[in-house]
DNA sequence: CGCAAATTTGAAATCGTTCAAATCGGGTGG
DNA sequence: CCACCCGATTTGAACGATTTCAAATTTGCG
């Protein structure tokens, strides 16, 4: 089944019939592993397929000058690329970090799956309009927040998330980013996202090593960020 | 007719055929004036209906801390809360920039004609989905650019987004947001803003006066701005 | 004409970048 | 199991872009 994770959170967020529930979990799909920065598309591609994660981590990132911006960061459950539904031309790369799974469903398919189902119709361009959610607070994030509190902003918003597909342990998780990655992500040099990482941790808000993420006081790191996960729009149903 | 820009720009992007056209040109509506700053709706708000600019320049605002982040500007026949369709509950602001012209649809009407046009609901899904390609975009360029292509690349894509509903003349356009506002979309400080804004003078890249802009040598500014207009999706037709 | 908002100027302070080098850490091959 | 290597992290110091604060000037509107 490749949309586990993904029914596990649409179901949490909007509640889907077993109908449609069986729908998703039974598409022909193509399951596919992703290598460390190995790339899923690139900018200009065209494709005729999404992808839903399965495991891993992905970011879409853009190439701005010399530096590289990461957009988003898409975790299991997540489609990076629902927008190619109606959108062919890729205005950015999508990137593993890390290992990852990708399941790829065509868009033929997911069209038909469409037409027979309105509700399934609002489920995923919701989807695609709490990802477009998602960017504006990253427009925030990186427009109007120092550099401490952006970098904890995002790892509040990837607890968040990871929390809803069943990722979290102990307020931690799996985290295959590296520091780099971090400061493409908030706009920052990789040095100074260095700096602010051990300062995160001098205060005892986050341990990260080999990988796995630790925030032992979430709250306190909310506070810091000024995390509103309203944005996030888990509990904000129209059905 | 609260559609005539609407559907210049989605006929000018995808096409539409006469009964698509027509079934826009005859959405029943309310239209309503706004002052300068007035909000169309606030953070935290619900509504039933969506607002389509006939006149004037809207933005969406987020507040964070003691800054005030516009995330992006809409422009005649825009639909800058299409969102509200699916995600009802309101993250940020949506505010007149100088006064405007807005005419509201209901959302109960507007999902009726969608479930009566798989076409209308690929063109207005698409419609939210550039707006999310923009986004990406403004992320970009808060976290990568420096102030001077910064502010160079807003003027671009609003001159490449006015030309698509005839907005421009003579590569000038009306522009009623304030250096404030300009500040507060990319993501710098008015002083600094102000310091950019002269430099462009000088340069002879932009003339601005009146509320009145003038980009006399647009292909220098866009190579200045890194501008790139492939995430506008202008040329990118799925049907 | 007069007021309030918007723009402009100057100077000091700050946050973050850059460059360059050192250290750490995990995985590989011998 | 150890030595080695490469990528990732860390450190230091100088530099630079942008912010902040405060005040002056201009502009548009009533």
Redesign the interface.
Known sequence: MPSTKLIARLQAVVGLSDDDRGKLANMPHAVRQFADDEHIFR??DRTSRCAIVMSGFLF?Q?I??S?S?I??IYLPGDIPDL?T?????M??DLVSAGPSTVAFVSHSFLNSML?SS?TL??VL??D??????I???????????DALSRVAHLFCELAARLELVGLMEDNGFIFPLTQEHLADA??LSKVHTNRIVQALRRGGLIEWQNHHVKLPRRKELAELA?FMP??L?FS?N?L
Chains 1, 2 share one sequence.
């Open positions: 900018q200009g879409r853009k701005v000058g530096r911006q957009l988003s927008h539904l109606h959108l062919s031309l205005d950015h037409v309105p119709t609002h361009w919701r695609t309009l709490v990802d477009a959610a960017f504006r607070e990253w427009v925030a994030n990186v427009g109007s927040r908030c706009g000024g309203d944005y729009h904000d129209k």
